[in-house]
């Protein structure tokens, strides 16, 4: 009997950590880029406007860097649109600080 219980102890520390290699793992993928908006946070990670310089909000955008335009992207291409351009805010996208945005390659449409 204590041989089995020994057993079943090793068993489950061998599943816990192959559990545990595989989350590792998933954790390292990288995101599956399935919209505009996720193949532009791809792109935007590799040329340095990462998450952390995107914002749902004009606002929380402004929080961030308060005396810059604020911009919007909205596509793969590394394009924004400016306050007053038709598509400014429209569809899945993200505002971003003008500044912070031409550093990292993004261009006006």
Avoid at 33 to 49: D, F, M, N, R, V
Avoid at 57 to 80: E, F, K, N, Q
């Amino acid at each position: 009997m204590m041989l089995s219980n020994f057993r079943l102890g090793l068993t489950g520390i061998a599943m816990f950590g192959a559990l545990s290699a595989y989350g590792a793992a998933l954790a390292q993928s990288p995101p599956i880029a399935a919209t505009p908006s996720a193949i532009s946070a791809t792109q935007g990670a590799t040329s340095g406007l990462g998450d952390s310089h995107r914002f749902t909000t004009p606002a929380a955008a402004t929080a961030h860097c308060s005396s810059d335009t604020i911009v919007w992207s909205s596509g793969p291409d590394l394009t924004y649109s400016l306050p007053n351009a038709p598509n400014y805010g429209k569809g899945h996208g993200f505002y971003a600080c003008k500044g912070e945005a031409d550093d990292a390659g993004f261009h006006p449409d």
